[in-house]
């Protein structure tokens, strides 16, 4: 049966104007990540949301899954915070690295692709407004060198990515 992200992920509401975004997983060990608006020092990505709109988390990794059409099971992003009755989508993936200078961009981009995919399966992307990725990684603010993997990205997925830890709300 197919994964409905509305209902079966995890879900957390937040109208304040800067909030982060938090993945205690360690080792394997799936916890779903979180919103959290207290302890800044664990957010792995700062959500700016200037007009304390209100917006969702739906947790993905740690609380769904399928598999891939080889019967493996399918790579995750940690999350998608929707906006506006759910018509702006923005799919994340929370890394906390300083090793593997390359992997942990190579890992993000794989799982928000399969999670992207699959999600496209069963929801028409023009009854959107916005879907958009974000790798954030605690270690690694933004940085222009990312742009051709950026462009590569949305040629393979016409999504627009972004690799930083500042996710503006607007």
Avoid at 14 to 21: D, I, K
Wanted: include cysteine.
């Amino acid at each position: 049966m197919p994964v409905d992200f509305f209902r079966d992920c995890k879900k957390q509401d937040c109208e304040v104007a800067l909030f982060g975004l938090c993945d205690d997983s360690k080792d394997g060990e799936h916890k779903p990540a979180y919103i959290d608006i207290d302890d800044s020092s664990k957010w792995i990505a700062n959500v700016h949301n200037e007009n304390a709109l209100c917006i969702s988390f739906y947790a993905i990794d740690g609380c769904v899954s399928w598999r891939r059409e080889d019967g493996k099971e399918s790579g995750k992003c940690d999350g998608m915070l929707c906006y506006d009755n759910n018509r702006n989508v923005l799919f994340v993936e929370l890394k906390n690295r300083t090793t593997d200078k390359k992997a942990w961009r190579s890992d993000a981009k794989d799982q928000l692709k399969d999670t992207i995919a699959y999600f496209l399966r069963f929801y028409d992307k023009a009854t959107f407004d916005k879907i958009e990725a974000y790798i954030c990684n605690k270690r690694h603010l933004r940085n222009q060198r990312y742009a051709q993997f950026c462009d590569n990205f949305k040629k393979d997925t016409s999504i627009t990515l972004h690799v930083t830890r500042e996710i503006e709300v607007v």
